[in-house]
């Protein structure tokens, strides 16, 4: 097929932003999706969660059947591009095309199993193994893994050549945590939506049933609430009327006066991010305990009600709730650093790695 037959016969945008470094490419024609629906009839079901077995039969099938697929690749030097072919109650499936250098980073598929196929060229997974050592496995035409739903993996393009994979997932993907791989492990650092159910493929059936029911739970979840409860923009707001919260140049004079920075972000971003030499690391869910003058789990030294308390998280807004928690159980003196760890490190004030366990 020509690529003037192909603009035609690709129809609706897709979500552009499904992932840093991805194209999207466009929904496949209702004869297309028609085709490739009656292959997928005879290797699984259309509701239900999918074994890992059934989603490699069927990336190693729709691998083998170019006809349905290879006229949509676009290989693209810049970025991976992806193309929905299927969507179903229980999977959705994908087209991949890969260049050198293009990889996926390290991820999970939200609790989805999944399966990817490699039709041309090779690919390079890097995963979690059991006991959370990294493996690796190259990956030639013709060859596919399949996953259960804690698969953490990193995908690549295998070198030499265009690449192009079909992969499968049950149920179909709703989000992916992206991880950072550090000295400690793999460690996650951001949850990211996928494509909603109908996505931009305008497919009607069970994706529009999907969409309708997903309306109407966020209905239901808001109906539900208490009148006059605030929102959590509201509660920020409210905390920081009663802070005078301090930039990290002030921060870091009130810390030479006498001031004490708490760190209250959890293991998992210190290691990420780094942290402030010198500053006491007390968690989140045991801050008031720590710090209370009345509480038989207080640090003496600083549960005291005359003591400037500078708590730092990541960005800022946690610390201004926590701040604010402080100040109501007695500590007067407490407020946050506005922009937290990452406002601390812009202005070049001194940083250093994530201290080890021992
Ligand atoms: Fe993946």
């Known amino acids: 097929m020509s690529r003037s037959a192909?603009?035609?016969?690709?129809?609706?945008?897709?979500?552009?932003?499904?992932?840093?470094?991805?194209?999207?490419?466009?929904?496949?024609?209702?004869?297309?999706?028609q085709a490739i629906e009656a292959?997928?009839?005879?290797?699984?079901?259309?509701?239900g969660r999918l074994t890992p077995a059934q989603l490699r039969s069927i990336t190693t099938d729709l691998a083998k059947r170019r006809e349905l697929w290879s006229d949509l690749v676009?290989?693209?030097?810049?970025?991976?591009?992806?193309?929905?072919l299927h969507r179903s109650n229980s999977c959705d499936v994908?087209?991949?095309?890969?260049?050198?250098?293009?990889?996926?980073?390290?991820?999970?598929?939200?609790?989805?199993?999944?399966?990817?196929?490699v039709a041309d060229g090779s690919l390079v997974e890097q995963y979690r193994a059991p006991a959370g050592r990294l493996s690796h496995r190259r990956l030639g035409a013709g060859q596919a893994v399949a996953f259960g739903p804690g698969h953490v993996h990193d995908v690549a393009h295998g070198g030499q050549?265009?690449?192009?994979?079909?992969?499968?997932?049950?149920?179909?993907?709703?989000?992916?945590?992206?991880?950072?791989?550090?000295?400690?492990g793999l460690i996650a650092r951001q949850t990211v939506p996928i494509d909603g159910p109908e996505g931009g493929r305008g497919?009607?059936?069970?994706?529009?049933?999907?969409?309708?029911?997903?309306?109407?739970?966020?209905?239901?979840?808001?109906?539900?609430?208490?009148?006059g409860a605030p929102g959590i923009d509201e509660l920020l707001a409210e905390a920081r009327s009663g802070l005078r919260r301090l930039r990290p140049e002030a921060a870091l004079a009130a810390i030479?006066?006498?001031?004490?920075?708490?760190?209250?972000?959890?293991?998992?971003?210190?290691?990420v991010e780094g942290e402030v030499p010198g500053a006491i690391i007390i968690g989140r869910n045991v801050l008031e305990w720590r710090l209370d003058p009345r509480s038989e789990a207080r640090i003496p030294a600083l549960a005291r009600s005359d003591m400037e308390i500078i708590v730092m998280c990541s960005q800022g807004y946690a610390s201004t709730l926590a701040a604010a928690s402080l100040r109501r159980i007695g500590l007067t003196e407490a407020t946050?650093?506005?922009?937290?760890?990452?406002?601390?490190?812009a202005a070049g004030l001194p940083t250093r790695p994530a201290q080890s366990l021992g």
Do not use: C
Not at 75 to 82: A, G, I, K, L, S
Not at 161 to 183: F, N, Q, R, V
Not at 203 to 227: E, M, V, W
Not at 337 to 342: A, E, K, P, R, T
């Open 6 to 33: 192909i603009s035609q016969e690709q129809v609706s945008a897709q979500t552009p932003d499904a992932s840093a470094g991805l194209k999207p490419g466009w929904g496949v024609s209702p004869e297309r999706q």
């Open 39 to 47: 292959t997928l009839a005879n290797l699984a079901p259309h509701s």
């Open 74 to 84: 676009v290989h693209d030097p810049d970025v991976r591009w992806y193309l929905p």
């Open 94 to 117: 994908w087209l991949l095309a890969w260049e050198r250098g293009q990889d996926t980073d390290w991820h999970d598929h939200g609790g989805s199993s999944g399966s990817f196929a």
């Open 161 to 184: 050549g265009s690449a192009t994979s079909i992969h499968a997932y049950s149920p179909p993907l709703t989000a992916m945590t992206y991880y950072t791989s550090t000295d400690y």
């Open 203 to 227: 497919r009607g059936g069970a994706d529009t049933a999907l969409a309708k029911a997903s309306a109407s739970a966020a209905r239901l979840t808001s109906d539900a609430l208490p009148d």
């Open 256 to 271: 030479t006066d006498g001031a004490v920075l708490v760190d209250i972000r959890p293991l998992e971003q210190r290691i």
């Open 336 to 345: 946050d650093l506005d922009g937290g760890f990452q406002a601390w490190r």
